[in-house]
Structure formats: structure tokens, C-alpha cells
């Protein structure tokens, strides 16, 4: 057996990692094919306003962090309403808010150390009843999005389409705001608060590079926020390095050599049709 | 018999009143075109015929039954206006996108089956694109593209088909395709097709009634050849050549079959 793994927290560090890893590109193929990148940027720092108060009133800060994270989704699909053309200033109203607030509520808190590890995580030392709070609500996370597969398909493709063939458009929104504002907000307390939107943004990204379905562009985000996650555990282990820093650096990583390997085929293709049509 | 009876239907946001008592009906096996300038309300009065927008006042009967307590909408297909200007780089292919209308009928938490496969493959058999199955949407062409919404809005063998200007984007062969298509569901399925456009030659040509919409009212006109230039001449002042013998050698020409 490795000696990685002889250690408690680094096993609690790769359950929890491969349960995240599994979480945020589910959620963030919709939310990029959505065009709504930033929300994972503007979820993440409301749910480090609910950290603050957490810590600075006593109350468990991943709770906090998922109260506060479920009020700013909300919020951001309300003022989406008032401004159906420009989605993207009711995410930057909510992030400047959860900025806002986390400056505020920071202010309140005693022990700055714990407040600044949801800035950059802290998947090593988590405990285990936010281990079991994790795995049950990634399970939850998982089993929803794969049931609402199809819908969820629909709906990101042509919402007015699937409202007008009988599916519950509103109540699948509803449930799909929900688990954004929870994956965000325990994926923030792991890998931080900071990275949590590379997370959910980066392996869609690398994804859409060769995937030729929507099927597909699923499965690849999932098996590259994987093998980005347990790869930079063991980086991040062995060079001593952040593990959630690490994760995000592997993953931008992987989406630059895709973009090289896919430029370069582009202009091979591009060369051997031109030899193609001189030869003619 | 009727499919579709508006009676006094009007709309309008705030205080400006974009359709004013409107009544007109549409039979079964119909194709009506819904001509009229930017702004006269064409989209809106499709909208509202689908639900998506609800009227000020007046009545609107799909198939017989009140719209307010119409529940069959597997009944209807609509290629809405979007359509040309969807996302092309959503990577989903063409057997996704048209099968994504059976997912109400295949209901929650349930995956499609082989039957269900075999519905995607007949919708796209219908308008041509069985050998496209696998591709992504983003790689087809603006007509192919057009023709794949056609496909989602009758995989549920609808009765009426409503399309909001679907010749927009697409060049003029493909256009030509797309008025063979519609004329083969018309007459060989009986589907009733209800299209607005501003393509005043190719409908007139096509559709067997028409409906104009003016800041003033309606004028609707119902199916004949002379009356129909007729009418075009008195509202925009050109003359057509309703001739469909031409079209069809020029379709001949063209490589399409119609």
C-alpha cells in the first residue's frame, strides 16, 4: 500500500475528493452550457458569508456556507427576471453582496486561521461528520442530476421547447438552483471557496474540446475533474504543494495540451486537404 | 372542422395594443400564412396560440377544447423562431436534439427505449436527415439545422405544426426544400401548418389561406389562386406569378424532389 494512504486524513482527502470531483462538472456542463460560468464565482464567495457567520455566531460554517449559498441562487435567478438579456449583472449584484458580507461578517470572527482556510480549503483536515455530511449530500447531488438527466438536457437546449412539450420547467429550475448552491457550497469548504468555480468550470471546458455529444461532453468532464482531483491529491502530497491549487493547475494543464493537440489537428486536416485538392 | 378559433383575441403590453379583435379560424389540412410588417404582432399571435403568452381578452379553441383547459400538447410542434439562432456550439447531436420532444411522453426518471430510438430515426427519415443521426447540430447547415427542429416538432405526429419565420438564415435552395417538406406533411400526413413569415412570394405560392396582420385589423383570405395575387397587389403593391409548375422544374434543376 502507498504511504499516502497510511494516513487518516489523506484517506478522508481522496473519498472527499472523488466525491467532488464527481459533483461539480454534473453541475457545471449545465451552468457552462448555460453560459452562467461566473455563478460558481458569485455562489462561492455568499457561501464564505455564510463561513463568517458561521464561525462569528456559532453555528456549524459548511451549514452556513449551504444557508447562505441557497439565499444568493435564489436571489441571482430573481434579479435574472428583471434582467432576461444580461444574466450575467444578477451574478455580479450577488457576488458583489457575498463579498461584501464576508468582508462584514469576517470582521466578527475570532480565530482568522479557520476563516481563511474556506479561502483555499482544506480538504486535509476535514472532520468526520463533515465527511458523512459531504457523502450524503454529493450522493443526493448525483442521484438527482442522473434521474433529471434528460430534463435537465432539455431544458439547458431550448428552455421555451421544453416547457411547451409538458416538462416542469420551473420545478426542475427550482431543484437544479438548489444543488448548485449545495455543491458549491461544501465543494468551497474542500478545495476553498476561491477554486471552487475552476472546479466546475475547467473540466466542461476541456470536455467540450472532443467530446461529440452531450452524453459525451458529460462522461469526459466527469473523467477529467477525476483524474485531475486524484492526481493533484497525490501531487499536492508528495511536493507538498496546496491541494486545491494543485487540482485547478492540472486541470488548466490538461485544457492547454487540448487546445495544442486540437489546433495542431486542425491544421494537419487543414494541409492534407490542401494536398488533396493540389494532387486533383 | 375546425382546429383552431380565435374569436376576439386581443394583446397588448402596457398601453400599447399590438392585436385588436382578432377572429379568424383554420381548418383541418390547412396551410395558413401569417403575413404583415415588423411589429404587427405575427410572432406574438403564434405565442399566444401556443400558451406562451396569454391573451388581454378574447377566446382561443386548439382543437376544439378552450386553450385555457388545452392539455394535449403532443398534439402540437412548434419551430420557434430561436431555432435560428440556437447555439451552435452546444454540443448535442441530431438524434439528442430531436429526441429531447419525446421526453415528456417517456415521462420522469425513465430512460428512452428502443421504440423511442425508432421514433427519432422515422422524424428524421421524414425530413431527410437519417444519415445525420450522429452528428453534432452546430456542424449541419443553416436548411439541415432548420430541418432538425422540423424533425423534434413531429416526432409526436403532431396535428398542427406552428412555425415562426423558419426561412430566416438559410439560403434559397434549402428554402425551396423546406416549402416541399411542409407541402408533402400537408398533403400526404394532413398535418394543419400555421407559418408566419415575410417571404410574401413563397407563401403565397404554397399556403392555401392567408392571413395579413396590419396596425388596422386582419385580412384573412381563404384558398384561391387569382384571389390570393389579388391580395397581395392590394397590400403591398406587387404582382406575383403564382405559378407552381415553374417552382417544381426549378426544384427539378435543383436536385429536389418534390
Known amino acids: 500500500m502507498l504511504d499516502i494512504f497510511q494516513y487518516d486524513f489523506m484517506q478522508k482527502a481522496f473519498i472527499i475528493g472523488i466525491f467532488i470531483a464527481a459533483i461539480t462538472p454534473c453541475i457545471g456542463v449545465i451552468v457552462v452550457l448555460k453560459r452562467l460560468s461566473m455563478i460558481g464565482d458569485s455562489l462561492s464567495h455568499n457561501s464564505l458569508a455564510g463561513v463568517a ?14 444557508i447562505f449559498s441557497i439565499i444568493a441562487a435564489f436571489s441571482i435567478e430573481i434579479i435574472r427576471k428583471s434582467f432576461p438579456k444580461y444574466a450575467e449583472i444578477a451574478i455580479a449584484v450577488i457576488m458583489s453582496t457575498g463579498i461584501g458580507l464576508a468582508g462584514i461578517l469576517s470582521g466578527f470572527v475570532k480565530n482568522s486561521s479557520s476563516f481563511n482556510s474556506f479561502l483555499f480549503g482544506s480538504i486535509v ?51 437544479f438552483t438548489l444543488l448548485t448552491a449545495v455543491t458549491i457550497s461544501i465543494s468551497a469548504r474542500t478545495v ?48 507538498n504543494l496546496k491541494p486545491g491549487g494543485t487540482i485547478v493547475i492540472i486541470n488548466v494543464i490538461i485544457l492547454i495540451c487540448l487546445l495544442i493537440i486540437n489546433r495542431l489537428t486542425d491544421l494537419n486536416s487543414r494541409k492534407k486537404f490542401k494536398e488533396n485538392m493540389e494532387s486533383v | 372542422m375546425n382546429v383552431i ?22 381548418e383541418k389540412g390547412d396551410f395558413l400564412g401569417i403575413i404583415g410588417p415588423n411589429g404587427s404582432g405575427k410572432s406574438t399571435l403564434l405565442k399566444l396560440m401556443l400558451k406562451i403568452l396569454t391573451p388581454l381578452s378574447g377566446e382561443i379553441k386548439l382543437l376544439g377544447e378552450d386553450i385555457k383547459s388545452f392539455k394535449d400538447w403532443g398534439s402540437i410542434g412548434y419551430v420557434s423562431q430561436k431555432a435560428n439562432s440556437f447555439n ?13 420532444n419525446l421526453f415528456a411522453k417517456i415521462g420522469l426518471f425513465k430512460i428512452p427505449d428502443k421504440n423511442h430510438h425508432d421514433m427519432i430515426l422515422k422524424a428524421l427519415q421524414l425530413v431527410g436527415l437519417e444519415d445525420c443521426s450522429k452528428k453534432l447540430i452546430g456542424n449541419l447547415s443553416g436548411g439541415q439545422q432548420q430541418r432538425v427542429f422540423i424533425a423534434r416538432a413531429l416526432i409526436n405526429n403532431p396535428k398542427i405544426l406552428f412555425l415562426d419565420e423558419p426561412t430566416v438564415g438559410i439560403d434559397s435552395k434549402s428554402e425551396s426544400a423546406l416549402y416541399c417538406l411542409l407541402a408533402k406533411l400537408q ?46 397587389k392590394q397590400i ?13 422544374n426549378n426544384l427539378k434543376k435543383e436536385g429536389i424532389k418534390c
Open chain 1, 192 to 239: 476553498g471557496a476561491l477554486v471552487v468555480s475552476s472546479l466546475m468550470v475547467l473540466p466542461v471546458a476541456c470536455a467540450l474540446q472532443i467530446a461529440k455529444s452531450y452524453k459525451q461532453t458529460f462522461i469526459y468532464s466527469i473523467m477529467f475533474s477525476e483524474f485531475s482531483t486524484v492526481s493533484g491529491l497525490f501531487i499536492s502530497y508528495y511536493a
Open chain 2, 5 to 26: 378559433d380565435v374569436k376576439n383575441l386581443s394583446f397588448g403590453y402596457m398601453d400599447n395594443l399590438i392585436l385588436k379583435n382578432i377572429t379568424f379560424s383554420v
Open chain 1, 53 to 66: 457567520a458561521g464561525l462569528a455566531f456559532g453555528i456549524n460554517p459548511v451549514l452556513g456556507a449551504v
Open chain 2, 187 to 232: 398533403k400526404e400526413l394532413g398535418i394543419t401548418i400555421i407559418m408566419v413569415t415575410h417571404d410574401i412570394q413563397d407563401i403565397a405560392l404554397h399556403a392555401n389561406k392567408l392571413l395579413y396582420l396590419s396596425e388596422s385589423g386582419i385580412i384573412s383570405y381563404t384558398q384561391n389562386e387569382n384571389i390570393k395575387a389579388e391580395f397581395i
Open chain 2, 88 to 100: 451552435t456550439s452546444f454540443p448535442a447531436t441530431v438524434e439528442e436534439v430531436v429526441g429531447a
Open chain 2, 236 to 248: 403591398y403593391g406587387i404582382d406575383l406569378k403564382l405559378d407552381c409548375h415553374n417552382c417544381k
Open chain 1, 125 to 175: 483536515a476535514v472532520s468526520s461528520l463533515e465527511l458523512l455530511m459531504v457523502i450524503i449530500l454529493s450522493l443526493c447531488v448525483i442521484i438527482t442530476v442522473i434521474l433529471l438527466y434528460k430534463e435537465l438536457f432539455y431544458i439547458t437546449f431550448d428552455e421555451e421547447a421544453a416547457k411547451l412539450c409538458g416538462i416542469p420547467v420551473k420545478a426542475i429550475n427550482f431543484i
